[in-house]
């Protein structure tokens, strides 16, 4: 039986009178929370260390605060680790989210610095996206995984996770965090789309946009050389025709299972032990950070989990939060649980032997 161990976001002040009670903060729990589970002992002394974690989008409201994160990484100092916050780059090539310029100008917006974290802002995907490290992957839909290159040479990563729902995934945990988090614009669309784009010469208007975009010069006499295409989606965002053809985009057990296969891809490059996971209970909302938006909290915040176990951690913050919904009525935008397979990322990764479901919550106060 893996170990969780939780502290909840409102606690019961003892004695309201006294004003000054900064051990109450859930700065101060989390603090508590990973010294308990001891998920950082693993750390060396001049082990480089990665916090992966998600800076929202231009106009997000609910993504972690980054006094948490600042926390993690101050915790990662103590232990003699160099360490660095890291997201990687959006799918597509035009807006801001997807490079790494884009990516630290909205973290900074946002609220992320190298000063507010105390620590270095790396975008683990490069420039635009494509630096990686391929790894080869039997798994039933992905034969291969593109692991974002400063994940790649991390030796270890702390996966610090707004814990939320997803539109298309059913749940929004530490393995979307590292599934489509901690992966190239390749491996993303693999996970979202079933077979690469192409381009459909009776509707092309000839007008070159695909061309020009083209970072790899894969389009040639208005076809693509699939031997170089790396799946970025440029193509397709500039076409105003309608010629490049993708899809469908995929949900349910069909992109589970895929988040899930990415998650062993990349946890077999950094290794298995290598991993810590911080779940953030707080502000979940009905769709992912990525959103330019933030809708409407969908139950009161719950706690924070920690564990070495990443199905463990995923599956008790889904079980916390399916609690909360019977008993706050949540508000759920559209019933997506009826397209989405929630239950199945969890399923899928213990059938892979990534971790188990029979946890035991442990309280820290």
């Excluded at 002040?13 to 006294?18: F, I």
């Excluded at 924070?304 to 889904?318: G, H, L, R, T």
Aim: proline residues 4%; hydrophobic residues 40%.
């Amino acid at each position: 039986m893996r170990d969780v161990f939780f502290t909840p976001a409102e606690v019961n002040v003892t004695d309201p009178a006294r004003w000054y009670q900064p051990e109450q903060s859930l700065v101060s729990r989390l603090e508590r929370v990973v010294d308990e589970s001891r998920i950082l002992d693993d750390i060396s002394s001049g082990d480089v260390v990665a916090i992966k974690t998600h800076f929202g989008d231009r106009g997000t409201t609910k993504m972690l605060r980054s006094l948490f994160i600042r926390k993690i990484a101050e915790m990662v100092k103590e232990r003699g680790a160099r360490v660095f916050v890291t997201e990687t780059t959006g799918l597509g090539l035009l807006k801001d989210r997807c490079t790494a310029v884009g990516r630290l100008e909205i973290a900074e917006e946002n609220g992320f610095t190298s000063q507010t974290l105390s620590a270095p802002i790396v975008i683990a995907d490069g420039l635009r996206g494509f630096d990686g490290v391929r790894v080869d992957l039997s798994g039933n839909h992905l034969k291969e995984v593109h692991v974002a290159k400063a994940i790649a040479e991390a030796d270890y990563v702390v996966v610090a996770t707004h814990f939320k729902l997803h539109m298309r995934g059913g749940i929004g945990g530490a393995m979307k965090n590292i599934g489509v988090g901690c992966v190239t614009k390749t491996t993303k669309f693999d996970i979202h789309l079933p077979s690469p784009p192409e381009i459909d010469r009776e509707a092309c208007t000839y007008c070159n946009r695909c061309i020009e975009i083209c970072p790899f010069d894969a389009i040639a006499d208005y076809r693509i050389d699939l031997s170089k295409c790396m799946r970025c989606l440029g193509c397709y965002e500039v076409c105003e025709s309608g010629a490049v053809r993708i899809g469908p985009w995929l949900d349910g057990d069909d992109i589970a299972e895929r988040i899930v296969e990415a998650v062993k891809g990349v946890m077999e490059v950094v290794g298995r032990d290598s991993f810590a996971f911080i779940n953030f209970a707080i502000d979940i909302t009905p769709h992912c950070d990525c959103h330019p938006y933030s809708s409407v909290q969908q139950v009161p915040d719950i706690g924070i989990f920690a564990s070495k176990d990443i199905v463990a951690a995923d599956y008790a913050s889904m079980e916390a939060y399916l609690r909360e919904e019977k008993t706050s009525k949540a508000l759920i935008e559209g019933d997506f649980w009826e397209w989405t397979s929630p239950y199945r990322q969890i399923q899928y990764a213990e059938e892979l032997g990534m971790g188990r479901r029979d946890y035991r919550l442990r309280e820290v106060m």
